[in-house]
């Protein structure tokens, strides 16, 4: 098995919506935000982890293949996909190529069939117009939206609390790679489309269903760009 090409996908991921990736809490702030977002320890500016990214999108293609009752909720496996026939099989398997597979010595043969992992994510920073663009009109790369739950009985607005968020608008610095070996054909491009098709139309972060994470993605490169634009989620 030979590494043959290291495709790069680079663009620009834009939030339709604001985004809310969770940094944790443990300290108490008088007056402070309750839920913050992440972000990076240096420049303490919010950014999308590549290991968000790629779960999500794992989880999507793993529910939109069918698979996810018969790996009992855990990402597929080597023992899984040795049970497994047909088009799930099929499906599963440009998955395991992807992202990888957990085994153990009795799963030997499957992972050398299936080789390296092909796909990897890079953390997505903010762009530097955006930052740019921020910095002249005097805002915040966040901000705080207002929450709270309504009480059925008496129909007033309860435990008020604050989310930090990403605006909308924002535009993050995007990159993947796929590794291109032997035997590889276009079905792992295409897969990798239509799990960032996914992202698009359910969303990343927390709090999806009230509308945060809502995202685009924008193609560098020409060809690539034409072919996304073309790739049905589900197909």
Not at 65 to 72: K, R
Not at 149 to 168: F, L, N
Request: charged share 25%; net charge neutral; with cysteine.
């Amino acid at each position: 098995m030979q590494l043959n090409n290291i495709i790069a996908i680079e663009g620009t991921l834009e939030l339709v919506t604001g985004l809310h990736i969770g940094a944790g809490n443990e300290e108490l702030h008088i007056g402070g935000i309750d839920n913050p977002v992440l972000k990076h320890p240096y420049t303490n500016q919010p950014y999308i982890p590549g290991s968000s990214l790629k779960g999500k999108m794992r989880s999507m293609l793993e529910w939109k293949a069918g698979i996810v009752s018969e790996c009992e909720g855990k990402p597929v496996s080597a023992k899984v996909l040795a049970k497994l026939k047909d088009d799930k099989k099929q499906k599963a398997t440009l998955i395991a190529q992807l992202f990888g597979v957990a085994g153990d010595a009795n799963d030997e043969k499957i992972a050398l069939e299936l080789g390296p992992t092909r796909l990897s994510f890079w953390d997505c920073h903010l762009t530097k117009s955006w930052l740019d663009e921020r910095l002249t009109q005097q805002q915040s790369y966040t901000e705080a939206k207002s929450e709270n739950i309504i009480d059925r009985i008496k129909g007033v607005a309860e435990h008020p609390r604050q989310s930090e968020r990403v605006p909308a608008g924002a535009k993050f610095a995007f990159k993947l790679t796929i590794r291109q070996l032997d035997g590889d054909d276009n079905q792992l491009l295409e897969t990798v489309f239509s799990g960032l098709k996914l992202l698009e139309l359910d969303g990343i972060g927390g709090s999806g269903s009230r509308g945060y994470g809502k995202i685009k993605f924008i193609l560098d490169n020409t060809e690539y760009k034409a072919k996304f634009e073309k790739t049905p989620a589900f197909a």
